[in-house]
């Protein structure tokens, strides 16, 4: 029996990449099909000269867009001076300084690194260290990483954590907002009462707590916001307890809510924080922020203690600088929060005219919805997400559509333009 190989370029590269790679390859980009050579502000171009919105931004991480100019220009400047190097660099100095103006008042000082999931071992082995204590309080279908402690968080492999005998890390229901669409969310005055309650009793069943980890919005569940009082309570219920809170902002952070961080927006003191994917606007780049009294009190004390090979290199900080500049641009919050509204606007009307789209939710520039199928009114299924996920990109969007939870991460430097842009574009792919 003959075997058909693709010699297509697309082919080629897809093939190299499951020859060559180890695991899997990306489920989005098996589901595509296309090979994307670069990308020009929102845009991603692929190889046939096809040209998409970009409304998965890598996960979040190409938030100031592609080939943006000030970013690129100061990231080449800098490759062609230093890259890496274990001595203190002018670079390092600035962006400590720069990110210490724009962080929450008393998380003060911050370590470098270079991965999201990096950034959230140490975050969590701070709050152990500091407390004393091992546990972790994590929510159902949170996302922190997949390293060998906090993979298991948000109810994740638990399989694989019952034969490895992990029981240090617990998960607790996250109380989605189910009640408001992406233009009424701010009216939620939910406080997620189940949840602090199931919290209540955790507290009565465990006496070695040393944290909770929460998103303040579940990215990978599919930008879903939470009750919008809950993290208010949250923030009680760990004072009362004596444990620490670690807000996971890896997606949040950096203006993807209209704000610079998503503790801005709810008014929520974090004792740790943890910054990701935007931050470095491509250029990997992650940290931890905490107020002096936690790393003082803490192992991370020590001299290299919170060394990387890679965090703090002078070349992350250019990127990370760079990014900054962008954000801090006169108008650019303003535009950010106008096109936020437009496509809010937008994807009320699309779930009003779409048999396809249900359950509409989100805030800033983390929206999403559900793909149904409309016989059932059930989430679709995988046949039908690829179908309308192709379909979408056949007019000229890529979404992170080819599961039902539909998550909408476009990139900050869209205008009021590109907005209506990808709103007639979900129109035409999403229609009955």
């Known amino acids: 029996?003959?075997?058909?190989?693709?010699?297509?370029?697309?082919?080629?590269?897809?093939?190299?990449?499951?020859?060559?790679?180890?695991?899997?390859?990306?489920?989005?980009?098996?589901?595509?099909?296309?090979?994307?050579?670069?990308?020009?502000?929102?845009?991603?171009?692929?190889?046939?000269?096809?040209?998409?919105?970009?409304?998965?931004?890598?996960?979040?991480?190409?938030?100031?867009?592609?080939?943006?100019?000030?970013?690129?220009?100061?990231?080449?400047?800098q490759a062609q001076r230093l890259a890496a190097c274990v001595l203190h660099t002018p670079e390092h100095a600035d962006y400590l300084e720069r990110l210490a103006a724009v962080l929450p008042f008393g998380v003060d000082r911050v370590a470098l690194y270079s991965g999201g999931a990096e950034a959230v071992e140490v975050a969590v082995r701070l709050a152990q260290s500091v407390t004393g204590r091992r546990d972790l309080i994590s929510f159902s279908s949170g996302f922190h990483g997949k390293t060998t402690g906090v993979r298991f968080s948000g109810g994740r492999f638990p399989e694989e954590r019952v034969n490895l005998g992990v029981d240090w890390v617990h998960t607790l229901p996250y109380p989605r907002c189910e009640q408001h669409d992406s233009l009424s969310y701010p009216s939620c005055e939910e406080e997620g009462a189940a949840a602090i309650a199931a919290l209540e009793l955790c507290a009565a069943d465990l006496h070695d707590v040393a944290a909770v980890i929460v998103e303040p919005v579940l990215g990978t569940a599919g930008n879903r916001p939470p009750q919008r009082r809950f993290l208010a309570g949250l923030r009680a219920l760990c004072d009362a307890h004596g444990w620490l809170l670690i807000v996971d902002e890896s997606i949040t952070g950096f203006g993807?809510?209209?704000?610079?961080?998503?503790?801005?927006?709810?008014?929520?003191?974090?004792?740790?924080?943890?910054?990701?994917?935007?931050?470095?606007?491509?250029?990997?780049?992650?940290?931890?922020?905490?107020?002096?009294?936690?790393?003082?009190?803490?192992?991370?004390?020590?001299?290299?203690?919170?060394?990387?090979?890679?965090?703090?290199?002078?070349?992350?900080?250019?990127?990370?600088?760079?990014?900054?500049?962008?954000?801090?641009?006169?108008?650019?919050?303003?535009?950010?929060?106008?096109?936020?509204?437009?496509?809010?606007?937008?994807?009320?009307?699309?779930?009003?005219?779409?048999?396809?789209?249900?359950?509409?939710?989100?805030?800033?520039?983390?929206?999403?919805?559900?793909?149904?199928?409309?016989?059932?009114?059930?989430?679709?299924?995988?046949?039908?997400?690829?179908?309308?996920?192709?379909?979408?990109?056949?007019?000229g969007i890529l979404i992170v559509g080819d599961v039902p939870e539909v998550r909408l991460n476009p990139p900050l430097i869209l205008t009021e333009h590109g907005a209506d842009e990808a709103i007639s574009a979900l129109q035409d792919a999403l229609a009955g």
């Open 256 to 395: 993807r809510l209209g704000r610079t961080f998503a503790v801005d927006w709810f008014d929520v003191r974090p004792d740790i924080l943890v910054l990701g994917k935007a931050m470095g606007g491509g250029y990997p780049l992650s940290g931890v922020a905490a107020p002096s009294s936690l790393w003082d009190a803490s192992l991370f004390a020590q001299p290299s203690a919170t060394s990387s090979s890679y965090g703090a290199n002078p070349l992350a900080c250019a990127a990370g600088i760079a990014v900054l500049d962008v954000l801090a641009a006169p108008g650019f919050d303003d535009q950010v929060k106008r096109t936020a509204r437009r496509l809010a606007d937008g994807i009320v009307a699309l779930e009003a005219a779409s048999p396809f789209v249900a359950r509409n939710r989100g805030l800033g520039m983390m929206l999403g919805f559900d793909l149904v199928d409309p016989a059932t009114a059930e989430l679709a299924g995988s046949d039908l997400c690829l179908r309308l996920f192709r379909r979408c990109l056949n007019a």
């Open 1 to 77: 029996m003959s075997t058909t190989v693709d010699t297509t370029p697309a082919g080629h590269v897809a093939e190299a990449v499951r020859r060559h790679g180890g695991g899997g390859p990306r489920r989005i980009a098996e589901s595509a099909g296309l090979v994307v050579t670069h990308g020009e502000g929102p845009y991603l171009i692929t190889d046939s000269g096809r040209r998409l919105l970009d409304f998965a931004t890598a996960m979040g991480v190409a938030a100031i867009g592609h080939a943006n100019p000030v970013w690129s220009e100061a990231v080449g400047r």
